[in-house]
């Protein structure tokens, strides 16, 4: 026995230095200023801007690399997502509007464009394109942390977020930036619901659905798509969901069905077996025939029918479908639309957000909207009810649920900018970013912004510029969330001043139309407030709208009334640069609101204006004054005409306001003059 002691203890030791090797792995804290979760576009996303920052922080996601929610869904493997490469423009700024792939950072070439140049690309590009985005920016991301429980405590230094994952790690953070995306199948529950298939699972081989018919419950692009891929095979496909289709190009929301999926449309309506109809899911009974149960032997294929639960004629539990030929609708309809049997029913309901890692202390409400799928959020995208907690990328699409691009990379990637502006005033006192102008600029650099900036493009109605008048100055900030204007100052670090405020705003036109047909656009500059397609509003208000106002604000309205507010026409090209139908009526509203005469001039009217004039005009105190008039001359008048009003190759960033005579004016006849004609 005495020759195994020693190997006894030899194996208690080597046990004790495992064990205190796997304890070095396990119920360990981690600790950070910033946890974000989900290495998805909008995690990675404010990943960028946190690194930027020189934050303290860790992108935390579970699978083992970015973007894994796309080696998955579509899953028929195209996304709806554009990619435009090509616009005629150079500028990097516009493109963007095109581009609904690619993230915000710094570097110029860091593009969708370089993992896929379809127009809709296939979604494996997109988990390369996020590898690609980590790599280069030198991101720090964690793979393979599972976080199963969220909660939150308080303590002397404030309240932090506890997060732990599979091994019973903890990683403690002041500010949470949830980003895991929507991944939850949506379910509706009814009788019958256990003999439908999810589109989660389904199969995707068009030769499975070979002549069946197939029954697909609901009505997005997730069905569609479904039922787009089985057309060819099946032998006939229905739809069935609450409400009718909404079309993205009636709708302007690019959530609703997209025309690249919508080839069951023209089968329903050329009467080719398949069709569309309406029902309240919850009032369905999915059923086998009871007798069919009965009689079903060896090979034959199960038969699905769809009944409604006033046809029952007993209270059944949810998996309970058995029913009898009495309650089946077409016994007492006898055309009712949909009283063959299926081979297969589907679901294809879309996904809701993963509240149940989140424990009562930390999880915010479920919204007001989207059935609740979603978690309620303020305007600045933070948990109501859990301060410290922001909700970024697809899950806070409550904040502009079918109303914009929120829900969509092409949106999102510029909230996650505008939350990070947020975190960077609230938590190390920098102020929201802004520019500097002199009054005579201001008309300039709001044209250059609703013809090149991306943001307020994609983000319409929900981010917006804001202009803080000063007198003969003015700061311009950029991408501000517009229901929380009431919170400016706190969020922003900036102060209205008693000359008031402009707000700039993209928005569509509220009428219900023909989007398709002779009088759907609006040209003539004196009814802009009829244009129905983008264009650009402004709002003038001479003190901050009140949360109260906001909420009360007119139904479908952006804001709520301003003192003044201007329409700048629709324009077929979204170039708003026209002499006559958009610069002059804007410069009659800014002049309007500024009190002041924002014509532009040259040198020598400039000084005629001082030798007769106590006060000559302000274009000509803030350029001629101080040595930076510009003389008459018809060669550069028409070298300008010549090279249009835009410069394509200029970067479309935030630019330096440093022109003397501003490119967007020249071209307007109406507002360059050389006389004295000055309205004074």
């Known amino acids: ?108 070439d860091l593009l969708f464009k370089r993992v896929s140049s379809e127009f809709y690309p296939p979604a494996d590009a997109f988990p390369r394109y996020l590898s690609m985005f980590v790599k280069e920016l030198g991101l ?213 957000f993963n509240f149940s890692i989140f424990d009562s202390s930390a999880c915010p409400p479920n919204s007001e909207n989207a059935k609740g799928r979603l978690p309620g959020l303020t305007p600045w995208y933070e948990g109501k009810n859990t301060p410290g907690l922001f909700v970024l990328g697809t899950a806070s699409h409550s904040r502009d649920y079918r109303s914009s691009a929120g829900g969509f990379v092409h949106g999102f990637r510029y909230t996650a900018r505008a939350v990070h502006r947020v975190l960077e005033h609230r938590y190390h006192k920098n102020p929201w970013p802004s520019t500097t102008l002199l009054t005579t600029q201001l008309q300039s650099w709001i044209l250059k912004r609703v013809n090149e900036a991306s943001g307020p493009y994609q983000m319409f109605e929900v981010l917006g510029d804001v202009i803080l008048l000063r007198g003969s100055h003015c700061e311009y900030l950029e991408e501000f969330p517009l229901q929380a204007l009431p919170q400016l100052s706190s969020l922003s670090g900036h102060e209205v001043s008693m000359h008031g405020l402009i707000v700039v705003v993209m928005q569509y036109g509220k009428k219900n139309i023909d989007y398709l047909g002779r009088r759907r656009a609006e040209t003539e500059w004196t009814k802009a407030w009829k244009s129905n397609f983008l264009h650009p509003v402004l709002y003038y208000y001479k003190t901050l709208p009140t ?25 077929f090209l979204t170039e708003w640069d026209a002499p006559i139908s958009h610069i002059q009526p804007l410069r009659r509203f800014l002049e309007h609101c500024l009190q002041t005469d924002l014509r532009a001039f040259y040198a020598e009217s400039c000084f005629r204006s001082s030798l007769t004039h106590r006060t000559p005009p302000l274009f000509c105190q803030q350029g001629y004054l101080k040595q930076r008039g510009i003389p008459r001359n018809s060669r550069l008048q028409q070298r300008v005409h010549d090279t249009g009003p835009m410069c394509a190759a200029q970067d479309a960033g935030t630019s330096s306001a440093d022109s003397t005579f501003p490119n967007y004016l020249l071209p307007a006849g109406a507002s360059v003059s050389s006389g004295l004609k000055l309205d004074l």
């Open 547 to 571: 949360e109260e106002e906001i909420n009360l604000r007119p139904k479908g309205w952006a804001l709520p009334r301003p003192e003044a507010i201007h329409h700048v026409v629709e324009d």
């Open 140 to 352: 720090r991301v964690q793979y393979g942390v599972d976080i199963g429980r969220i909660r939150a405590v308080q303590s002397a230094t404030g309240r932090r977020y506890i997060l732990t994952d599979q091994r019973a790690s903890d990683y403690t953070c002041s500010v949470l930036l949830v980003a895991t995306g929507l991944w939850v199948p949506h379910m509706v529950d009814f009788v019958g619901s256990d003999l439908v298939e999810g589109y989660e699972s389904i199969s995707t081989n068009p030769e499975d659905y070979k002549d069946q018919a197939v029954l697909i419950l609901g009505k997005g692009n997730s069905a569609f798509e479904t039922a787009q891929s089985i057309l060819g095979r099946a032998s006939r496909v229905h739809m069935l969901s609450s409400s009718p289709v909404r079309l993205a190009w009636q709708t302007h929301y690019v959530g609703d069905l997209r025309a690249l999926n919508n080839e069951l449309i023209d089968t329903y309506q050329l009467k080719s077996l398949d069709g569309l109809a309406e029902a309240r899911l919850e009032k369905i009974v999915i059923a086998q025939r009871r007798e069919e149960g009965r009689r079903r032997s060896g090979g034959k294929k199960r038969e699905l029918y769809l009944t409604l639960n006033k046809y029952m004629h007993s209270s059944k539990g949810k998996n309970s479908s058995g029913v009898t030929h009495e309650e089946l609708p077409g016994h007492h309809i006898d055309n009712f639309p949909m009283r063959k049997p299926y081979d297969r029913v589907i679901r294809c309901l879309g996904f809701r």
């Open 1 to 108: 026995m005495e020759p195994s002691l020693p190997s006894f203890i030899l194996f208690i030791l080597i046990g004790c230095v495992l064990t205190s090797f796997d304890n070095r792995h396990h119920n360990v804290t981690h600790q950070y200023d910033y946890c974000v979760l989900g290495a998805g576009p909008a995690g990675l996303q404010m990943g960028y801007f946190l690194s930027k920052a020189g934050r303290n922080y860790i992108v935390l996601e579970r699978n083992s690399g970015p973007g894994s929610f796309f080696n998955k869904y579509p899953r028929h493997r195209k996304l709806i997502s554009i990619n435009k490469i090509h616009t005629g423009k150079g500028n990097r700024e516009f493109n963007l509007r095109h581009d609904w792939n690619s993230l915000l950072s710094d570097k110029p």
